[in-house]
């Protein structure tokens, strides 16, 4: 990233980095079969974890504009370090919300964790944007009563999982609908969002939908090509709103 991206050149960062927990990235969760995953899958030890976050985040730092924001998807496992290092590079922790999904793994001796924690975090207070009317109207009211624009930026999100379908897939990816959320109220049409761990390319395809720039970076090939493929097959635009 140091080589390629100019300082306070990004206005919005949305990632989802390693899990740090010895994923088993072919496992056959989530109804997916584990032939059809790519292999690649490139782990962080959890004793390396905070070194790990401290050196991206430095970057992101670095090119993020003052008035940017970023949305760090996370575990509970290393959820400790990443506030570590955002306190660290001075960063603004403006909301921890939670997006709640529809299941998680059965469980036999602890709680099923069936959600996923989301760090929104800023630079500049009086500089950072934020579009509060972007998906509903200041009047419009909520199918069950209230306004709807509160509603939708309660601080936990219900929001399904997405399953891959075809032969091949990355293990995971985010909702096209989380990231278009995260779009609406953070970014304008035109501005360069960054994600610098790409995986499937999820966040560059819904931002090229959204009429959005993007930027991201992936170090495993098979991964790299397959969101490549994605953003210029176009075929990716039949499913944009599953």
Do not use: C
């Not at 390319?201 to 009429?211: D, I, N, P």
């Amino acid at each position: 990233m140091a080589a390629r991206l100019p300082d306070t050149s990004v206005d919005l960062v949305i990632t989802d980095p390693p899990f740090g927990i010895e994923f088993q990235a072919k496992k056959a969760n989530y109804n997916r079969k584990g032939s059809r995953v790519l292999e690649g899958y490139n782990e962080v030890k959890g004793a390396d974890y905070l070194s790990f976050t401290r050196a991206w985040l430095a970057e992101v730092r670095r090119v993020l504009k003052p008035e940017g924001s970023l949305y760090i998807f996370s575990g509970w496992n290393y959820l400790k370090d990443l506030l570590i290092a955002l306190e660290e590079h001075e960063f603004t922790l403006v909301n921890h919300l939670v997006w709640k999904y529809q299941f998680g793994l059965v469980t036999t001796r602890k709680y099923v964790t069936s959600h996923y924690h989301i760090l929104f975090a800023g630079i500049d207070e009086k500089k950072r944007r934020f579009y509060p009317y972007a998906r509903f109207d200041k009047e419009a009211r909520h199918p069950d009563g209230g306004s709807a624009h509160y509603k939708d930026k309660e601080d936990v999100w219900a929001i399904p999982r997405e399953y891959w379908t075809g032969d091949v897939k990355t293990p995971t990816k985010l909702p096209a609908e989380i990231i278009r959320k995260i779009l609406a109220y953070s970014s304008r049409p035109g501005d360069v969002v960054l994600d610098p761990f790409l995986g499937s390319g999820q966040v560059a395809v819904v931002s090229q939908l959204e009429k959005r720039r993007y930027v991201g970076f992936e170090i495993v090939p098979e991964y790299f090509d397959f969101a490549k493929k994605r953003l210029e097959s176009g075929t990716y635009r039949l499913k944009a709103k599953e």
